[in-house]
Nanobody, 118 residues
Framework: QVQLQESGGGLVQAGGSLKLSCTVS????????MGWYRQAPGKQRELVASITSGGSTNYENSVKGRFTISRDNAKNTMYLQMNSLKFEDTAVYYC????????????WGQGTQVTVSS
């Protein structure tokens, strides 16, 4: 089994910054991709950014240039540095950890609230 623990959410003014962390524990498989998803009220969950175990990254268009995803494999931890936050970034942010080739090996954190005041 795999467990994910997120931290770093909170309330910030527009233009401010937050850094989210997600630590993975348990039966960790090496070939993986980690990602941050978010879900705003009344909207579907969407991918914000992802990073593979090899370091390849992918970003949703609206966060490019503002958010940076990174990971420390030695600590089994992923980060999301969020700068120039906008009101529309307000959502619950979820950490995801999954095997690159086995779709059933797919795990989620409990979510952390990010609220940006305008």
């Amino acid at each position: 089994q795999v467990q994910l623990q997120e931290s770093g959410g909170g309330l910030v003014q527009a233009g401010g910054s937050l850094k989210l962390s997600c630590t993975v524990s348990g039966n960790i498989f090496r070939i993986n991709v980690m990602g941050w998803y978010r879900q705003a009220p009344g909207k579907q969950r969407e991918l914000v950014a992802s990073i593979t175990s090899g370091g390849s990254t992918n970003y949703e268009n609206s966060v490019k240039g503002r958010f940076t995803i990174s990971r420390d494999n030695a600590k089994n931890t992923m980060y999301l540095q969020m700068n120039s936050l906008k009101f529309e970034d307000t959502a619950v942010y979820y950490c995801n950890f999954k095997h690159l080739m086995v779709s059933s090996l797919d795990y989620w954190g409990q979510g952390t609230q990010v609220t940006v005041s305008s």
